[in-house]
């Protein structure tokens, strides 16, 4: 279902590509677009009615769209290090592992897609890092590790959420 809000969720992909051009400007310009457009999106759909469970997908997959792309790019120029970029996405290998302990012991289709507190958090530090790292900003090695934490406090919420039967979706 296409909608407004979905259409911006959808919007961060194109500016994900603006990191293929080597040029600070471009690439905050688009960090920012895209956090205005994460912001906006939520909003416009509870506003106006129209959240659904598409767009409640589609929205933290633009978001890791976003961010794994400008990764990638930013790996391949050497501004970013394979362990710092692993780092930054550990939150989703968290997620994974949930997922996979969803689908194995056959909860996967009782949850109801919602966002988490740490997820929201993480997004938010890797937004703010790829600023930082688009200006040529180094990041000292504990930033990094924040992002294990934040992704450790994701999969422990996912999990109390879970034992509480409450839905969830990060």
């Not at 296409?2 to 994900?16: D, H, I, K, T, V």
């Not at 600070?24 to 457009?37: H, N």
């Not at 897609?113 to 993480?122: D, E």
Request: hydrophobic share 55%; with cysteine; net charge positive.
């Amino acid at each position: 279902m296409l909608n407004l809000s979905n259409g911006l969720s959808f919007l961060r992909a194109p500016l994900a590509f603006l990191f293929l051009i080597d040029n600070a400007v471009f690439r905050v310009g688009a960090i920012f677009l895209a956090m205005l457009t994460d912001c906006i999106d939520g909003y416009l759909a509870r506003r106006n009615c129209s959240a659904s469970q598409f767009g409640a997908i589609l929205d933290p997959a633009m978001d890791k769209f976003f961010v794994f792309f400008a990764l990638g790019v930013l790996l391949v120029e050497g501004r970013v290090e394979v362990w710092e970029g692993c780092a930054m996405i550990s939150r989703d290998f968290f997620l994974l592992l949930f997922g996979i302990y969803l689908s194995l012991s056959g909860h996967w289709h009782a949850y109801a897609f919602r966002s988490v507190r740490w997820g929201k958090v993480t997004t938010a530090l890797q937004f703010f890092v790829l600023i930082g790292l688009s200006i040529h900003y180094t990041f000292p090695w504990y930033i990094y590790a924040v992002f294990i934490l934040f992704g450790l406090l994701a999969f422990i919420e996912l999990c109390q959420l879970k034992k509480n039967n409450t839905p969830v979706k990060n």
